[in-house]
């Protein structure tokens, strides 16, 4: 839990709420690994964060993954 927390707020630094495609970068191996933690992070009902996903699809095949949907991590009350 501890784990999960310090990555949450890492990438809060502050705020309420940070976009997924500010947090995730071009590093798809690192980005995966994030994306799990946060999915972990979501799915853990005592820790007070929660992902929100929009119905945007973002396609840009120069970069890697291809597809980037749009969310948000947020720090719930």
């Known amino acids: 839990m501890e784990r999960l927390t310090a990555v949450a707020e890492s990438l ?8 997924l ?6 590093d798809w191996p690192s980005a995966r690994r994030l994306l799990a933690d946060l999915t ?3 799915l853990r009902p005592e820790l007070p964060y929660r992902l929100t996903w929009s119905d945007d699809l973002t396609i840009d095949p120069a970069r890697q993954p291809a597809w980037l949907s749009h969310g ?3 720090r719930t009350p």
Not at 12 to 19: E, F, I, N, Q, T
Not at 21 to 26: F, K, N, R, T
């Open 72 to 74: 948000h991590l947020e």
């Open 12 to 19: 809060l630094a502050g705020a309420s709420r940070v976009s």
């Open 40 to 42: 972990t992070i979501d």
């Open 21 to 26: 495609s500010e947090a995730v970068g071009d």
